[in-house]
């Protein structure tokens, strides 16, 4: 069956290091894949999405990549601040016009000052 | 509004009792997602509209899970007989088409089963 993993543990950083989060799946050709952070009590909150002929995408101190070969997604946090300290969850979605969205379970990030 | 919505935001109820959780999405948005999320879990799909498709129930985790979309706008997920395990916030997104894109979420209704 499809299954994504992302770290179940908690990923502790100091501030103004670089926080690297994965996102590996298995039995799944996705052509999207999509990271959004969540906060306590809140719903997750879009951030970026790849497709798959993209290697990499950057938005301000955030950078996706996705390698399709190695079934796996990198998401980069640069220069991290205490307020980046969240749950980030990835998310895939197949071709087509069906492709519903489907989540990882998430890594917690806390940033330390 | 220009979020989707989500009614009630906590919801108590007795071990046994039919429960409905609503939600309103984005106008003009052709999909619709269900999840469920338990304490410290990740997001468990539950069921997915896109446009007048038949829907996608395959994550509905018993026959006492259904869901419906009416006009292709406001969605309605019912409950029967509740169970304790059923306890959980339960999430509702929408996106302008499907998986290729961004999905906005409602803060969710948090359900307990007592």
């Known amino acids: 069956s499809q299954k994504i993993e992302q770290n179940s543990e908690a990923l502790n950083i100091q501030e103004g290091k670089t926080a690297t989060l994965t996102c590996n799946y298995t039995n799944y050709s996705p052509a999207y894949l999509q990271w959004y952070r969540q906060d306590p009590g809140r719903g997750p909150v879009f951030l970026l999405l790849i497709r798959e002929n993209e290697k990499e995408k950057r938005k301000e101190r955030l950078k996706v990549t996705f390698d399709t070969t190695l079934k796996q997604s990198l998401f980069h946090i640069t220069a991290s601040q205490p307020a980046d300290s969240a749950t980030y969850l990835c998310?895939?979605?197949?071709?087509?016009?069906?492709?519903?969205?489907?989540f990882g379970a998430g890594t917690r990030l806390a940033v330390h000052p | 509004g220009a979020g989707v919505s989500q009614s009630p935001s906590n919801k108590v109820t007795e071990k046994g009792k039919d429960v409905e959780l609503r939600c309103d999405p984005i106008s003009g948005h052709t999909a619709l997602y269900w999840y469920r999320q338990s304490l410290g879990q990740g997001l468990e799909f539950l069921i997915y509209?896109?446009?007048?498709?038949?829907?996608?129930k395959s994550g509905l985790p018993s026959d006492r899970f259904s869901a419906e979309r009416t006009g292709g706008s406001v969605s309605t997920l019912t409950i029967q007989r509740t169970q304790q395990e059923d306890s959980a916030v339960y999430l509702c997104?929408?996106?302008?088409?499907?998986?290729?894109?961004?999905?906005?979420f409602g803060q969710g209704t948090r359900l307990t089963v007592v």
């Open positions: 509209f896109q446009g007048n498709s038949a829907p996608d």
């Open positions: 997104a929408s996106s302008p088409q499907g998986g290729d894109t961004e999905a906005f």
């Open positions: 998310a895939l979605a197949s071709s087509g016009g069906y492709n519903k969205l489907i």
